[in-house]
């Protein structure tokens, strides 16, 4: 079976410029997570879906961040402009999480990540 | 407040050693569920256990063990035997009915040498 899978894997980019990273949750899940993860700060969540709709955004950093769930297999998680300080490993996770409980019983199953540097 | 402590931040262990990776919890919550996940040099993300909190028999699979205490608040992780393809961070993770994200450790980065 297909894990998560997330595109890019690697991504160099210049500040100010636009960044989408995109994920592909395991098929029938139905809550997605997007974590980031730095040496300073360690794994942090970034935004929660359930049923492809945004329940916990209070973990994206500011409104250059925004992310994205048209339907049950694909998010974007978008930076414009980027920044130096964005450089991270950005993961996406999925579970099949129950409503209203943000998948806390189930687990949560990550992608490859992808390795973003903004110069 | 929900938080993981992993104190070790590095072990080296040479090769057939057994190693005991420490993580402690807080939480508030009488209904919780562990994790301990393993990021390799290669970066992603492994799913290795899941226990939740009316389970405290221990576990084993293979070279791996858990051995959950809620009297101490401890779900510990051993590797017996250590190969060298065990090097990798470790992270333990408590999850809760109460959020949304897995409360990661800081990890910890294992060394297995031949």
Request: proline letters at 5%; glycine letters at 6%.
């Amino acid at each position: 079976d297909a894990g998560v899978i997330q595109s890019p894997r690697h991504e160099v980019t210049e500040m100010g410029q636009e960044v989408t990273l995109r994920c592909k949750p395991i098929s029938g899940h139905n809550s997605l997570f997007w974590y980031r993860q730095t040496m300073m700060r360690g794994l942090e969540l970034l935004i929660y879906f359930n049923n492809n709709v945004p329940i916990d955004d209070s973990g994206m950093p500011e409104d250059r961040f925004s992310a994205k769930m048209p339907n049950a297999s694909f998010s974007t998680l978008k930076i414009q402009p980027s920044e130096p300080r964005d450089s991270a490993v950005y993961f996406c996770a999925s579970s099949l999480g129950s409503s209203g409980r943000g998948g806390a019983q189930e687990t949560q199953y990550f992608g490859p990540g992808t390795r973003l540097l903004v110069l | 407040a929900q938080k993981v402590t992993q104190a070790q931040t590095e072990i080296s262990v040479v090769e057939k050693e057994d190693v005991t990776l420490d993580c402690v919890y807080e939480t508030r919550d009488t209904t919780y569920y562990l994790f301990w996940y393993k990021q390799p040099p290669s970066g992603e993300l492994v799913f290795l256990i899941r226990r939740n909190s009316f389970d405290e028999q221990n576990e084993i699979s293979g070279r791996y063990s858990w051995n959950f205490q809620k009297s101490t608040s401890s779900f510990n992780f051993t590797i017996t035997a250590s190969q060298v393809v065990d090097s990798a961070v470790y992270f333990c993770a408590l999850d809760s009915n109460s959020g949304y994200a897995l409360n990661f450790g800081k990890g910890t980065s294992l060394l297995v040498t031949p």
